[in-house]
């Protein structure tokens, strides 16, 4: 993933979960804070699907567990 | 009979712990609870996770005489707080603090685990004996209004809700709604007087482990709200098979009509049975039920009452009426509201419905202004009432829409949007992509002078 993807996908992050930019790191994971949880996940893999203009895969949603995680499907995507 | 003589008269009961791997039974759940007071009833918080420490320490409390409010462990600590200092209970167990000012620690055991109940030695609470559980109106945002239920109300739901659902001894029964919350509930009482294993200490369905754990144990059923329908739609829950399901469950609100469909399509096909039903914690949490077989040609229904229950329609307002064994005692704001029961012959559900010729009854309609985002109900003349004390807003309106968001309109130009949904957000856990903001030029007004809702609704688009 280059810089630039990689930057929206921390705003992706920040925007969703309402957290500084600098909390979205590779420790970062789901139900690893109390922002991160079910509904915001939801809401996050449709603001990765807009801001990347991608459809993700239903087997990808529970694969996408961490930030890190994320990133590494992310690039399946091309991105 | 009490609930819990119910639930030992079950020989095929018992408790599988998938984080250990052990099982226990109904005996082995109990934790031996310490005299309180003098008293043989007092008031006791628990805040509750999907641990089975939670679920055996919910069972023990059953077997006392006390009066147990159920909440939830991820409450912000300023709630918890705000809410034992209005009620003082005399006894507290929430596993997430080290100590709680004015309450002394003691031991719990059971022959598996240990745990720390928070005893406080103050004057205690006066209950009303009726009171067995109490169950907050809203699960998040620590709304100190309680629903009152006896441990009548609660065993006659159960009753009533075996009467339909094809529960069997040999039942593999995940707890994945929490305990707080009345449909949750309901999945526990009813499953463990009818049922066979339940399935404690899951991680919630987003979670891979929770689709291993299904495979490896074979659950036979899983209950949800429309949110959790909505993920198992977008996870690809339709596109598999899963041998050991004989049947789903949803309430807790209205499940889009499309995704409805999806999932009775599929449990026809792969030869479920798909229970959608209707209910407020008001009555234990069950009022109807559509029965499967008719869901097909009464797919919008909320279906036809309980055993034991009955529904009717007021005359002049149309709003939909309840009784049965199952209508709670009241609300509690404040504590001495508990130590009064009411006995309520009439649940009125604030619901606008119809019946059609086969009895079976429609929603059309809301007569309180409540919407259910996310699973949470919310009331909106709250937020309307929050928005103009803290923000100084003169006229806003807020309005659900389909339960998917709320849209708030106002006409203060220095009030921006962000600092609506900021405020929503802090104040009752909205996530902001469920709020919608819009800036009129002008109120819509009745005749009368009030907020003309329906014009509103009407120029959204």
């Known amino acids: 993933m280059n810089d630039n993807n990689t930057e929206l996908l921390i705003d992706a992050f920040a925007n969703t979960l309402e957290i500084e930019k600098n909390m979205v790191n590779d420790h970062l994971e789901y139900q690893g804070i109390p922002q991160w949880d079910s509904i915001t996940h939801m809401i996050l893999i449709s603001e990765i699907e807009n801001t990347f203009h991608i459809e993700i895969d239903a087997d990808d949603v529970l694969e996408m567990n961490s930030f890190q995680k994320t990133k590494e499907i992310l690039s399946k995507y091309n991105l | 009979m009490g609930l819990l003589k119910q639930m030992a008269d079950n020989d095929h009961l018992n408790f599988l712990d998938v984080v250990t ?35 055996a320490i919910y069972l023990s409390f059953l077997g006392t005489g006390h009066s147990t409010v159920l909440l939830s462990n991820g409450l912000d600590i300023s709630l918890k707080e705000s809410l034992e200092a209005e009620y003082t209970p005399s006894a507290i167990f929430d596993q997430t603090r080290p100590a709680i000012h004015g309450y002394e620690q003691n031991v719990l055991k059971n022959s598996w685990s240990t745990t ?132 789903i469950s949803q309430a807790g609100g209205n499940l889009s009509h499309n ?79 508990l130590s009064n029961w009411e006995d309520i012959e009439v649940l009125r559900t604030g619901d606008l419905a119809k019946m059609d010729e086969d009895g079976f009854y429609f929603i059309i309609g809301r007569l309180k202004r409540f919407v259910k985002i996310f699973g949470n109900r919310v009331n909106l003349d709250e937020i309307e009432r929050f928005l103009k004390t803290t923000l100084d807003i003169g006229l806003v309106a807020c309005i659900g829409i389909e339960d998917q968001f709320i849209l708030v309109s106002h006409c203060e130009n220095q009030v921006d949007d962000t600092e609506i949904k900021k405020a929503l957000f802090e104040k009752f856990k909205i996530h902001q992509t469920s709020v919608k903001v819009q800036l009129l030029n002008e109120m819509p007004l009745t005749s009368n002078g009030k907020v003309d809702y329906k014009k509103i609704t009407a120029d959204k688009d």
């Open chain 2, 116 to 247: 720390t109940l928070f005893i406080g030695y103050h004057s205690p609470t006066r209950v009303h004996p009726n009171c067995k559980v109490l169950l907050s109106t809203s699960g998040t945002t620590g709304s100190p209004k309680f629903v009152k239920l006896s441990e009548s109300n609660l065993l006659e739901n159960a009753k009533s809700i075996c009467a339909y659902l094809p529960i069997t001894r040999e039942d593999i029964t995940p707890l994945n709604l929490p305990l707080f919350y009345s449909y949750g509930l309901s999945v526990l009482h009813t499953n463990a007087i009818s049922g066979g294993t339940m399935v404690c200490g899951l991680p919630d369905i987003l979670q891979k482990d929770f689709w291993n754990l299904m495979d490896k144990h074979g659950f036979t059923s899983i209950a949800g709200v429309p949110f959790i329908y909505e993920m198992l739609n977008r996870i690809g829950f339709l596109k598999k098979q899963y041998p050991s399901l004989r049947y």
């Open chain 2, 21 to 55: 791997g052990n099982t226990f039974s109904l005996e082995e759940m109990f934790f031996a609870i310490p005299e309180i007071g003098a008293l043989d009833k007092h008031l006791v918080f628990l805040y509750l996770d999907n641990k089975i420490e939670s679920t």
């Open chain 2, 259 to 337: 995704i409805k469909e999806k999932f009775n399509h599929y449990c026809l096909q792969n030869k479920m049975d798909f229970y959608v039903m209707y209910g407020q914690t008001e009555a234990s949490a069950r009022i109807s039920y559509v029965p499967p077989e008719s869901l097909e040609s009464k797919i919008t229904s909320i279906g036809i009452p309980i055993k034991n229950g009955k529904l009717s329609l007021d005359p002049e307002t149309g709003e939909l009426l309840y009784s049965g064994p199952n209508v709670f005692g009241g609300y509690s704001e404040k504590k001495q509201d």
